[in-house]
């Protein structure tokens, strides 16, 4: 065991008015199973590439390990599976290997296979196996999960919770959950680090931010009969100030001393009463720092004339001599929310597609509405550049509209005027994601739409679909998000 100490640590971007990180310290226990979690935007894989050494900071980074990065960049995609792993740890036997790919549940045939020939999951899986053969690493795990099956992230959890010595970022709840043992957040004004799965956080953060909303009410209260008391007291004090030149009722001189001091005690009170006001306005400005931009979501679909949208019957995808799948044969009607679940390559993305339009070979039928308006969400965010103005008049989508939707998903304001090259990946996926939303559509149709994205954004999209009355058909591995979402599932 050793640790990783970070003092006074402080980031900007060269260029950057913003600074990342401020003054930042805290300590991680090499033998932690650390999740990672916070915001997109916020700085998670930006921190991975300091304790990397990749960019200069002011501040110390003090560590007895080697830091590893995972994913890998694999440059020769032709070689054999075997070749990329012992290129990786070259240190590694060929019965080691072979055990940290069993516990993976991979079959060993893939490592005499080429790398680009392998699924998008047992290309994950390689990368891991060999990261985790490199001894005295302490290793860093940039969101593993991302197009990775429900199966395969459930084997992937299993793997690293017998592991120990990491930091992951992911942003599934359950994955998170089953792998971690303590998690390190990066908060609106700190960052934190306590023992225990994401649940457990979460609830900590829920209990936290309930306290500091009930405590800022309260003191809005108080604040507010304080104010009043005060002004009151304070007219009191010159009323009875500007009387001591007056006389009594029946002619006599009053007692201007007695007065006076009168007059000093209601104004002695009045200060009295300001300086409790002032300082629970400073332990209100202490309250809610923390607390998450967390807005409703709202739109308004247009509703279609017929219940029944689309509808697939014995449809079968082939590519050349390959099915994909067949015998898909389902229903969509007006409000339902469906899941199309399997494994990598079982035709999901295909049947999006084919329901969409495109041009997908298939045999069997496909039904739908011509005047259907489809709203698609794709997986792949590559075709984004230029900045948010351009993008909106491209779709022909209100401007304005648009940034107020990715406002509520924490979109910060100096994004607006930046290329969107420059995004980070959750935030070009929020960008599909409220474009997608702002579109008057009959069905929705998207296609892993929260690869990236982070939790809260996640928690908000959720909170959306089950809320209104919208018509969705989805892909999505996340396996919460799918519980609290469909009300209908397609397994292929």
């Known amino acids: 065991m050793s640790l990783i100490n970070v003092t006074n640590l402080t980031f900007s971007y060269e260029g950057s008015y913003d600074n990342i990180f401020e003054n930042v310290s805290f300590q991680i226990d090499t033998d932690w199973k650390l999740g990672f979690t916070g915001r997109n935007g916020r700085g998670k894989t930006t921190f991975l590439n300091l304790l990397l050494g990749k960019y200069e900071y002011s501040g110390n980074i003090t560590a007895d390990v080697v830091f590893e990065y995972f994913p890998y960049e694999v440059k020769e995609q032709s070689n054999f599976t075997i070749d ?3 290129e990786i740890s070259p240190d590694s036997l060929d019965w080691e290997i072979g055990k940290e790919l069993s516990l993976l549940d991979m079959d060993c045939d893939a490592l005499y296979r080429e790398f680009f ?6 290309q994950t899986k390689a990368l891991l196996a060999a990261m985790f053969l490199k001894e005295n690493s302490f290793l860093l795990i940039d969101e593993p999960t991302n197009h990775l099956d429900g199966e395969a992230r459930k084997k992937l959890s299993n793997y690293l919770k017998k592991k120990k010595g990491f930091i992951l970022i992911s942003h599934d709840r359950s994955f998170l959950d089953h792998s971690v043992d303590h998690i390190l957040s990066i908060n609106k004004m700190n960052i934190e680090i306590q023992k225990g799965n994401f649940s457990s956080w979460w609830n900590n953060k829920e209990l936290q931010d309930n306290f500091e909303l009930a405590e800022n009410e309260k003191l809005k209260k108080d604040i507010r009969r304080l104010s009043s008391a005060a002004k009151r007291t304070t007219t009191w004090s010159d009323s009875v100030e500007s009387s001591k030149y007056g006389t009594t009722n029946s002619g006599s001189k009053l007692d201007r001393g007695y007065v006076g001091h009168k007059a000093a005690k209601m104004m002695k009170r009045a200060k009295n009463i300001e300086a409790r006001q002032q300082t629970m306005i400073e332990e ?25 949208l689309a509808e697939l019957s014995g449809v079968a995808i082939k590519y050349d001599d390959r099915v994909v799948c067949e015998g898909v044969s389902f229903t969509i009607e007006q409000g339902e929310k469906i899941a199309v679940l399997g494994k990598n390559g079982s035709g999901k993305s295909s049947i999006l597609k084919l329901i969409c339009g495109d041009n997908i070979p298939h045999s069997g039928i496909v039904r739908k509405n011509n005047n259907l308006i489809i709203s698609y969400v794709s997986q792949d965010t590559s075709d984004l550049c230029g900045n948010l103005s351009e993008y909106a008049d491209k779709q022909c989508i209100d401007e304005s509209l648009l940034k107020a939707m990715l406002r509520k998903l924490d979109f910060p304001r100096e994004q607006f005027e930046k290329n969107m090259e420059d995004f980070s990946g959750g935030q070009k996926k929020k960008v599909l994601l409220a474009k997608s939303l702002c579109e008057p559509a009959h069905l929705y149709i998207w296609d892993e739409p929260l690869n990236y994205i982070d939790v809260i954004s996640r928690m908000q999209i959720e909170k959306l679909l089950i809320e209104h009355e919208l018509t969705i058909l989805f892909v999505e591995h996340d396996k919460v998000f799918c519980e609290n979402v469909a009300t209908k599932t397609i397994q292929l």
């Open 284 to 308: 209100k400005s202490r309250l809610l720092k923390n607390i998450e931009s967390n807005e409703s979501l709202k739109i308004s679909p247009p509703v279609f004339h017929e219940k029944k």
């Open 84 to 86: 990329v792993i012992r």
């Open 117 to 122: 020939t392998l699924s998008k999951g047992e």
